[in-house]
């Protein structure tokens, strides 16, 4: 069984920055073969996408409400996948979760392994 698990969530005030990781194991050795995705869930809303980024990291994809203050990046080595967060607002504070799938998709449809989330909470 493939798992993923997040880190480097937290509290942080407005304008700040955090970089969250998301580090895969089990059959997700082959990480190199799965694009991944960060999605973000706040309290009463459903989940809305974050970020996607390919297999080889060439290509990346972003929501318009965190475009150019995101970037969400990969080490194929260390099996790991990253979101650098800046210029934080309060409407960004919810759970990210990482996932794995076979194409870079702002759908969660399309991605088969779940993290179970990291908490970030921007203050005003």
């Known amino acids: 069984q493939g798992q993923l698990a997040e880190s480097g969530g937290g509290l942080v005030q407005a304008g700040g920055s955090l970089r969250l990781s998301c580090v895969a194991s089990?059959?997700?050795?082959?990480?190199?073969?799965?694009?991944m995705g960060w999605f973000r869930q706040a309290p009463g809303k459903e989940r809305e996408f974050v970020a996607a980024i390919s297999r080889s990291g060439d290509n990346t994809h972003y929501a318009d409400s965190v475009k150019g203050r995101f970037t969400i990046s990969r080490d194929n080595a260390e099996k790991t996948v990253y979101l650098q967060l800046s210029s934080l607002t309060p409407e960004d504070t919810a759970i990210y979760y990482c996932?794995?799938?076979?194409?870079?998709?702002?759908?969660?449809?399309?991605?088969?392994?779940w993290g179970r989330g990291t908490q970030v909470t921007v203050s005003s």
């Open positions: 996932a794995a799938g076979g194409v870079a998709s702002s759908q969660p449809r399309h991605y088969t392994n």
């Open positions: 089990g059959h997700l050795f082959r990480f190199y073969a799965f694009a």
